[in-house]
């Protein structure tokens, strides 16, 4: 597994491997140092040491580019930019390696004393480059377990669960991006209407490009015999935004849930320090996806989507109704595109253009299927991932379809045909998956 | 273990049965009754309907659009088709589409190739794949297209290529839309005229055009590989170089490299009106043109009949 996990991440560029092995090293010792003080400023000194260290890795190559541009604009010494590609997937094992060294201070688990057991923990190839940020809690153990046998449920589960992730990625977010890329990139020549299409297909793209990855490193780990945590619960169905976040990128909003939201008070100490918190978090899960004022700004939409629903109690009405059902998730979608315009957008400039466009320049006269072949792909995919999230995946898991009678039979057939669908629709020269920026 | 062996082998055997059968008949039923659209449908009408015209002309949009095989009354009596297609249609892919069709014994008396410099000779050699595309779908048709297209190809198109269907990727429902339309489709000798009048609002040269000095080798290798084929068959080949509005895709210095090198291996039927100037007047007017690259009908017909003209004096 080691091997496999280290050649997998040189596969990108190989003396990166140092950088990840050095965080491995920082919070393989932290835990250790913390879980062997006798006092609490010492296990607290270890702790400090842990985050320091790894925040300031991940600082150094995702964010220093970002801080010295911004000094330069506010008229500071010109300080020149480096020149630096950012290591694949650092966002992801280094927060895996910081909720391993909190949940060690916590008392929650004990510090890992194997060296490899823990790099195997932080580097396991299937989730590596773009999570699920797995739990040490949930991870650490299975690994520990040598003799883990592969079985036939947990292989063929795995097996069309990929597939399954595959076809999301290939035939439904690569087609939609040659959709999105031709309006995004030439926004200032297109029409409101043809802005929108692409923003509520940047929604679906974003959706199927991570989901499908999340199935993907899911179904490889099944494979193997590891069971990962579920990163995507069909969260375009969520009926308010709370409910969004708790079904959308499940590793990293219960993360930071868990790591920053508690550990400013939570929701203890009044409305106002709770809306403060909630903002402050989505600011800096904005500020994680990328080291761009966009981000941040994204981030502050979605504090401001959570605190507003918490002001009016929104999650505390469930509706009964089917219309009511239906407006509910189409709020949520709306108010999600919506912020999904500045996580599309590669600048302030193009994204504030694009929302003035979609507002006052809508021109419907001026909507265009760009390619009547790519557009009716379009249509087919997310018809066909529509019905399978509504009618399968809303009500049955993975396992549960492979319990039911003759469930592994029919997961056999629909694999078969979403490799033909793959074969005929997919996009082969997909693009590469949006979260490996980050 | 074994049952999981078991699984996958039942897997991948299914996967190979249904993809060889959904090709085959696919292939038979509906791929080779198209006879219109770039999937493949054009080349069927033409290997079908047209293979004993005396000329075929060959090249992308600009020869499609320009060159009206019925006004070439100089050129084999007008007897041809312009097999000419918009989106690809460069040297690369009509290199394959030349073997393909000698492979299956459509031999015509000539070929009149529309060769345009910029740009492309001058975009990057990894590109040139997307040429190999259009023609997948004829790949069991030709052992010389297969043997070309699986030697320029890299491993993972190869194991793309392994599977059958794969020949229709990405062009499954046009071929579908082509084939419900297959019996309103009219004798036509490939010759498209573009209606509207160009809106030269906006227009200017690409700033690039000075820049790209640098030629692909695969390209070059495709012209002599059309050169060559061409007199492997007998085939008389001319060469014809398209206006464009404004020259906005000339590059003197990449004709007289072409022209030179088409002229040092035999090659002496060469139209040269990549330059504009040395056209009359009436076609430099945005009236004439579609587009930047494109003549409309009226700018084609001038075209078409200075061409026929122009091949009565050289002869």
Redesign the interface.
């Given at each position: 597994m080691f091997f496999a996990s280290c050649l997998f991440y040189m596969y990108f560029i190989p003396v990166y491997i140092l950088i990840i092995f050095l965080t491995i090293l920082i919070d393989y010792f932290a835990a250790i140092g913390i879980e062997n003080s006798t006092s609490q400023k010492g296990k607290k000194r270890h702790l400090v040491f842990g985050i320091v260290n790894t925040c300031l890795v991940l600082f150094i190559f995702k964010y220093h580019n970002f801080f010295i541009d911004n000094f330069n604009a506010m008229g500071f010494h010109q300080l020149a930019n480096w020149r630096i590609i950012l290591p694949i997937g650092l966002s992801f094992h280094t927060f895996q390696s910081l909720s391993y060294v909190i949940e060690v201070y916590r008392g929650n688990i004990k510090a890992e004393r194997s060296i490899l057991t823990y790099s195997n923990f932080v580097m396991m190839f299937p989730q590596l480059v773009a999570g699920p940020i797995e739990r040490a809690n949930n991870l650490l153990p299975q690994l520990k377990t040598c003799d883990h046998e592969?079985t036939?449920k947990d292989?063929?589960i795995g097996?069309h669960r990929f597939f399954w992730g595959l076809f999301k990625k290939v035939v439904v977010a690569d087609i939609l991006s040659t959709f999105v890329d031709a309006t995004y990139n030439n926004y200032r020549l297109q029409p409101g209407s043809m802005l929108l299409a692409g923003t509520i297909f940047f929604a679906i793209q974003i959706y199927c490009d991570f989901s499908g990855y999340s199935d993907m490193a899911i179904g490889v780990a099944r494979m193997l015999g590891f069971k990962f945590k579920e990163n995507f619960k069909i969260p375009y169905f969520s009926k308010d935004i709370t409910e969004f976040w708790r079904r959308w990128h499940i590793s990293l909003s219960s993360w930071l849930r868990d790591y920053l939201y508690i550990s400013f008070g939570g929701s203890r100490r009044g409305k106002i320090l709770t809306y403060r918190n909630l903002m402050l978090t989505m600011l800096l899960g904005g500020f994680w996806h990328g080291a761009s004022w966009n981000f941040i700004i994204w981030g502050v939409l979605n504090g401001l989507y959570l605190s507003f629903e918490r002001a009016i109690n929104l999650p505390r009405w469930r509706p009964k109704n089917f219309i009511v059902k239906a407006i509910r998730v189409g709020y949520v979608f709306t108010l999600i595109s919506f912020s999904w315009i500045f996580f599309r957008a590669v600048t302030f400039h193009q994204a504030t253009t694009i929302i003035n466009r979609i507002c006052f320049h809508f021109k419907a006269s001026g909507f265009k299927f760009l390619d009547?072949?790519i557009f009716?792909?379009i249509v087919?995919g997310i018809v066909i991932l529509l019905g399978f999230e509504y009618f399968v995946f809303r009500k049955y898991t993975f396992d549960q379809l492979f319990e039911m009678k003759r469930g592994d039979k029919m997961l056999?057939i629909f694999?078969?045909l979403f490799?033909?669908l793959i074969?005929?629709?997919?996009?082969?020269n997909g693009s590469q998956f949006i979260y490996f920026q980050f | 273990?074994k049952?999981?062996l078991i699984?996958?082998l039942?897997?991948i055997i299914?996967?190979i049965v249904?993809?060889r059968s959904?090709t085959y008949i696919f292939d038979k039923v509906v791929f080779s009754k198209t006879m219109s659209g770039e999937t493949g449908g054009t080349v069927n009408y033409l290997i079908k309907k047209k293979k004993d015209k005396d000329f075929l002309i060959l090249g992308s949009s600009r020869a499609k659009y320009h060159l009206d095989p019925s006004l070439l009354t100089n050129y084999y009596n007008g007897n041809g088709y312009n097999a000419g297609i918009s989106g690809t249609g460069g040297l690369i892919y009509n290199d394959l589409l030349l073997r393909l069709l000698t492979s299956k014994g459509i031999k015509p008396k000539a070929i009149m190739l529309q060769v345009d410099i910029y740009p492309y000779f001058t975009t990057d050699d990894e590109k040139t794949e997307n040429e190999f595309?259009q023609l997948y779908p004829f790949i069991g048709q030709s052992d010389s297209l297969r043997a070309f297209i699986y030697r320029n190809v890299d491993y993972t198109e190869k194991f793309?290529l392994f599977?059958h269907?794969?020949r229709?990727?990405?062009?499954?429902?046009?071929v579908i839309?082509n084939y419900a339309k297959r019996k309103s489709v009219k004798d036509n000798n490939g010759f498209v005229g573009l209606p509207a009048k160009f809106d030269t609002t906006g227009f200017r040269i690409k700033d690039d055009l000075a820049k790209k000095h640098t030629f692909s080798q695969a390209k070059i290798n495709a012209l002599l590989g059309i050169v060559q084929t061409c007199k492997a068959n007998n085939i008389k080949l001319s060469i014809v170089f398209s206006p464009s509005y404004q020259n906005s895709l000339y590059l003197p210095e990449g004709n007289t490299m072409i022209t030179t090198l088409l002229r040092n291996n035999g090659v002496q039927d060469i139209y040269d009106y990549s330059q504009l100037d040395s056209l009359p007047s009436s076609l430099q007017a945005p009236s004439m043109w579609k587009d930047a690259l494109h003549l409309n009908k009226e700018g084609a017909a001038i075209f078409s009949t200075i061409l026929n003209e122009a091949i009565a004096a050289h002869h």
């Open positions: 592969i036939y292989f063929s097996f009547i072949n009716t792909s087919a056999s694999t078969v490799i033909f074969i005929f629709f997919g996009n082969a | 273990m049952k999981i699984k996958l039942i897997i299914s996967v249904i993809d959904l595309l793309k599977f269907t794969y229709y990727n990405g062009k499954f429902l046009n839309y």
